[in-house]
């Protein structure tokens, strides 16, 4: 990647915060009506989206300070995930914030945010932490918060946007720099987590930062590029839009593939940068 600062734990957890800040902006003047809207993820208002948000940081500081609670905790979470009833999974990290007021919901997701800065602090470049599934390195494991807290908020951003409410601005930032990376250096996952063979070849991303800055991953001479704006390449490799929704150019098969695979939940195309409709969003 090009860029004069590598990240540091510490760099994707003052970003983390930032985030975190950015999006309280948009939903903390939100009135009850408003946070009862439906959201792309299936069966998700706004409220449920900060309650996800909730119980993640939460789990999220449990994995840095406690590691044995959090994996009791994930053995209890996997067996809502295999249940047939497929609230289990919102019940059992939603539950409790479904009962709380929108003034409550934000007080606990601020209180669990501050606790998650709070472990974070306590972590070196070289720490690794349990997560869901294989182990994370700190970096990885904050920059994986921050695409979450960046991406539901871009469904909440989307839903506002599409009912035509007007809203707090959440500007795009180079904060991005930290998802896009992970965005291509996990790319591969996205072929192992659906069971299927991750391709050999290598593909460049060379992408436009919101500040125009030039941000570039992958080989000189691959023969598959991706090449747009930074904001659109997060978009689609988190799920949050259909790639010919988007501004990017994609050359090569094995590029073309991977977009595809990435964006599977996202939908399909539609009329503009906005889903048609929200049905089909993961919730990831």
Same mark, same amino acid.
């Given at each position: 990647? *090009?860029g004069p600062?590598?990240? /540091?734990?510490a760099?994707?957890?003052d970003? %983390?915060? !930032? #985030?975190q800040?950015?999006?309280?902006a948009?939903?903390g003047?939100l009135n009850d009506?408003?946070?009862a809207l439906?959201?792309?993820?299936?069966?998700?208002t706004i409220?449920?989206?900060?309650?996800?948000?909730t119980y993640f940081d939460w *789990?999220?500081?449990l994995a840095i /300070?406690?590691?044995?609670?959090?994996?009791? %905790?994930t !053995? #209890?979470?996997?067996?809502?995930?295999t249940?047939e009833?497929?609230?289990?999974m919102?019940?059992?990290?939603l539950g409790?914030?479904?009962a709380m007021?929108?003034?409550?919901?934000?007080h606990?997701?601020?209180?669990?945010?501050?606790?998650?800065s709070?472990?974070a602090a306590?972590?070196a470049?070289d720490?690794?932490?349990?997560?869901y599934g294989?182990?994370?390195g700190?970096?990885s494991?904050?920059t994986a918060r921050l695409?979450?807290a960046w991406?539901?908020?871009q469904?909440?951003?989307d839903t506002?946007d599409?009912a035509g409410?007007?809203h707090?601005?959440r500007p795009a930032?180079?904060?991005l720099?930290?998802?896009?990376?992970?965005g291509f250096?996990?790319?591969?996952?996205?072929?192992?987590?659906r069971?299927?063979?991750?391709?050999?070849?290598?593909?460049?991303?060379?992408?436009?930062?919101?500040?125009g800055?030039s941000?570039?991953?992958?080989?000189?001479n691959?023969a598959?590029?991706?090449?747009?704006?930074a904001?659109d390449?997060c978009l689609?490799t988190?799920?949050?839009r259909h790639v010919?929704?988007t501004?990017l150019?994609v050359?090569?098969?094995?590029?073309?593939d991977?977009m595809h695979i990435?964006?599977a939940?996202a939908?399909?195309a539609t009329?503009?940068?906005?889903a048609?409709?929200?049905?089909?969003r993961?919730?990831?």
């Amino acid at each position: 990647m *090009t860029g004069p600062n590598p990240p /540091t734990a510490a760099s994707v957890r003052d970003d %983390l915060i !930032a #985030e975190q800040d950015a999006l309280d902006a948009v939903v903390g003047d939100l009135n009850d009506e408003l946070w009862a809207l439906a959201t792309p993820s299936p069966r998700w208002t706004i409220a449920d989206q900060i309650g996800h948000l909730t119980y993640f940081d939460w *789990t999220a500081a449990l994995a840095i /300070t406690d590691p044995d609670q959090f994996t009791s %905790l994930t !053995a #209890e979470l996997m067996g809502a995930m295999t249940s047939e009833n497929e609230d289990a999974m919102d019940l059992a990290t939603l539950g409790d914030y479904r009962a709380m007021t929108p003034p409550d919901l934000c007080h606990a997701w601020r209180t669990n945010r501050g606790v998650l800065s709070e472990a974070a602090a306590s972590l070196a470049d070289d720490d690794r932490v349990i997560w869901y599934g294989p182990s994370m390195g700190s970096k990885s494991f904050l920059t994986a918060r921050l695409m979450e807290a960046w991406a539901h908020g871009q469904d909440i951003i989307d839903t506002l946007d599409t009912a035509g409410i007007a809203h707090a601005d959440r500007p795009a930032t180079d904060r991005l720099r930290h998802i896009a990376q992970l965005g291509f250096i996990t790319h591969k996952w996205s072929y192992i987590n659906r069971q299927m063979d991750a391709p050999t070849g290598p593909v460049r991303v060379e992408l436009v930062a919101p500040s125009g800055e030039s941000w570039v991953f992958g080989p000189d001479n691959a023969a598959d590029s991706i090449t747009g704006p930074a904001v659109d390449f997060c978009l689609v490799t988190t799920q949050r839009r259909h790639v010919d929704d988007t501004d990017l150019t994609v050359q090569g098969d094995i590029a073309t593939d991977w977009m595809h695979i990435a964006q599977a939940f996202a939908g399909g195309a539609t009329s503009g940068p906005s889903a048609g409709t929200f049905s089909n969003r993961s919730t990831s």
